[in-house]
């Protein structure tokens, strides 16, 4: 029952920061799919304000460390465990859990139809802001990156804390 409000807990606390993103899209256009992100690098009005890959390397860096904190203090404090197993697969379990949420519930329940997100300029996209498939291989992506954080989280649990 724990695992359970964990990641609820979690799911919820991933949610603030994006919604706090969303009140300025553009910072987040390396989430969007390809062609909006090429349709908004060739519009002027958005020359100064996209994020540079210098900047998106940074965050999504500084995001995983954070991810591994995070999981790492939540499996030995509050769940207990000591061995790198449990820790990586419980881990794992949580990661999976609020990256379904946000392919499911932020990314296409959310994004894909809330305009908000629909960035001046590229309001004729409609097929590219519902790409699916996007989002989806994003989730598979996530879950490459869990078996990196889960295992180094694992780590954490077994060796340091």
């Known amino acids: 029952m724990i695992i359970a409000a964990e990641c609820v807990i979690l799911c919820f606390l991933f949610f603030i920061p994006v919604y706090f993103m969303s009140c300025d899209p553009v910072k987040t256009l390396y ?7 090429e349709r908004v690098k060739s519009l002027d009005e958005y ?5 540079t890959k210098n900047n998106k390397i940074a965050v999504k860096i500084t995001a995983l460390i954070v991810f591994v904190i995070v999981i790492s203090l939540i499996l030995r404090f509050i769940n207990g465990y000591t061995d790198f197993l ?17 392919v499911i519930v932020l990314d296409i329940i959310w994004f894909c139809h809330d305009k908000r997100f629909v960035l001046k300029g590229t309001e004729d996209m409609t097929a590219e802001y519902h790409n699916y498939g996007f989002h ?22 077994k060796f340091i804390l």
Do not use: H, M, S
Request: hydrophobic letters at 60%; one cysteine or more; aromatic letters at 14%.
């Open 31 to 37: 989430n969007y799919p390809p062609a909006i992100q």
């Open 47 to 51: 020359k100064d304000k996209i994020p």
């Open 86 to 102: 449990r820790a990586f697969g419980i881990g794992f379990l949580i990661w999976t859990v609020v990256n379904l949420f946000d």
């Open 136 to 157: 989806i291989k994003g989730f598979f992506i996530g879950e490459l990156l869990a078996l990196i954080v889960c295992a180094l989280a694992g780590l954490v649990v």
